[in-house]
């Protein structure tokens, strides 16, 4: 039998436990990385073609989506309109040394700060090219990281994320997400490492994004039991715990996000959203679309039901994660991976909002899986691309139909978020069947 790349002396299986792999003719084991002879020319010599067809993609596509974000004139327009306006009103309050004050638009933990303020890095270009520099940057990190992980040298994960990002249009390089998942995707790749040390870096990074976005801290919820369990949480803990002290020390008003994400109501794109869309095209509801808390919400009767139900469904998706968590017997080094989508999804399809930028999580989380051969979540991924290419004819090419509730908006909607709960579903029993439902 093959040792896994996370296996530990603390993870070894119990008496009742049972491995659902055979084990693999030798030749096919895994990456170069598992052999002592194994140096930097290796890296070189295999898979320079497929290196060099990705960059290209990666420059191409890239190019393109910045020149439609220097157009912004697809559908609705204005995507870059977050950046050059809230973004850059933002960084002129934290450079007076306080979060947003009284701002209903500002809804993200204390760590989105530093986001916002890194342009400030390049100082010789506007906020608006150093903010799109930076994304650029975080992005040709994240394909990095994803081809240099690929265990079969074959960079399935990186082309997903290649590939895939484009299909959102310029959005990507409006919204700060691609700068969150690049943290998310550098955590659960080091957590997927031997190393003790990565482990500890693993949970810092995971701690980084969380106070960026929250939803990061999913990334943990998959780590081996034992040792690595542990070093990944001590490490987050001890990282969120410093930073939130120091933002607190040097900034005001650090966390008075909470108040407007408690009061945001259903938004449009969301699954709720999209029944009261259907019930609107059908006439059997009555209600109004307005703007509220920084996005496009239903108001009417019912609506404040669904975000109950919401929230209801996003607390009965924690107690099942916690449920596989005490359940789970088979473990592997794609385990933390393939959990980390599938709650990812799952907090997706029960939010009361699913902004079109979600998807750049959902996508980066589903490249990290296909670095690893042991991953249950291919399907999962490949339902993923054309629900991230509907998320964008949703926004912007088709925004005014959604927003005016006719049927063209309401059927994109339909198509996408039913894709996405799909993709949740079956990533759930996947999840399941290939951890807890081991076969003897």
Not at 49 to 71: E, I, P, S
Not at 157 to 179: C, N, S
Not at 203 to 222: C, F, N, Q, Y
Request: net charge positive; proline share 6%; glycine share 8%.
């Amino acid at each position: 039998m093959t040792t896994d790349r996370n296996h530990t002396p603390e993870q070894e299986p119990g008496p009742g436990d049972t491995h659902t792999c055979a084990a693999a003719p030798p030749g096919l084991t895994g990456s170069p990385f598992d052999s002592d002879t194994f140096t930097s020319a290796t890296f070189v010599n295999v898979g320079r073609g497929t290196a060099l067809a990705l960059a290209v993609v990666w420059v191409v596509t890239r190019a393109g989506m910045a020149l439609l974000l220097l157009r912004d004139t697809l559908g609705i327009g204005g995507v870059g309109r977050e950046v050059h306006v809230l973004y850059q009103h933002w960084y002129r309050e934290f450079s007076h040394g306080t979060f947003p004050v009284n701002d209903i638009t500002w809804q993200y933990p204390p760590g989105a700060g530093l986001v916002i303020m890194s342009p400030g890095v390049l100082p010789w270009l506007t906020y608006f090219q150093a903010f799109v520099a930076l994304t650029l940057l975080a992005d040709a990190a994240i394909t990095l990281a994803l081809a240099r992980a690929d265990s079969d040298r074959v960079t399935n994960g990186a082309w997903i994320w290649v590939g895939g990002l484009p299909l959102l249009l310029h959005i990507p390089l409006a919204r700060y997400d691609v700068q969150v998942t690049a943290l998310a995707v550098l955590a659960l790749l080091a957590l997927k490492s031997r190393p003790a040390a990565a482990h500890w870096l693993g949970g810092a990074l995971a701690a980084l994004g969380t106070l960026v976005k929250v939803w990061p801290v999913l990334t943990l919820i998959g780590t081996p039991r034992g040792r690595t369990t542990r070093d990944a949480w001590i490490a987050a803990a001890t990282t969120a715990a410093a930073l939130l002290a120091t933002l607190a020390l040097l900034f005001s008003n650090s966390l008075g996000f909470l108040r407007p994400q408690g009061n945001r109501g259903v938004q449009i794109e969301s699954l709720g959203g999209t029944a009261l869309a259907l019930a609107r095209a059908a006439g059997v509801w009555p209600g109004t679309v307005q703007y509220r808390y920084g996005a496009f919400e239903y108001v009417g009767p019912y609506v404040s039901s669904v975000g109950r139900l919401a929230l209801l469904l996003t607390v009965l998706a924690f107690v099942w994660l916690l449920l596989w968590r005490l359940c789970a017997r088979g473990w592997n080094e794609a385990t933390p991976l393939d959990a980390a989508l599938a709650a990812v999804l799952l907090f997706t399809v029960t939010s009361r909002v699913i902004s079109p930028q979600y998807m750049i999580w959902l996508l980066g989380l589903s490249a990290v899986c296909l670095t690893s051969r042991r991953t249950v979540m291919r399907p999962v991924a490949l339902l993923l691309l054309p629900a991230a290419a509907l998320s964008s004819l949703a926004y912007p090419v088709l925004y005014e139909d959604v927003l005016a509730g006719s049927w063209p908006g309401v059927a994109v909607l339909v198509v996408r978020n039913g894709l996405l709960l799909a993709a949740a579903l079956l990533a759930a029993r996947r999840l399941w069947t290939s951890t807890v439902t081991v076969a003897p």
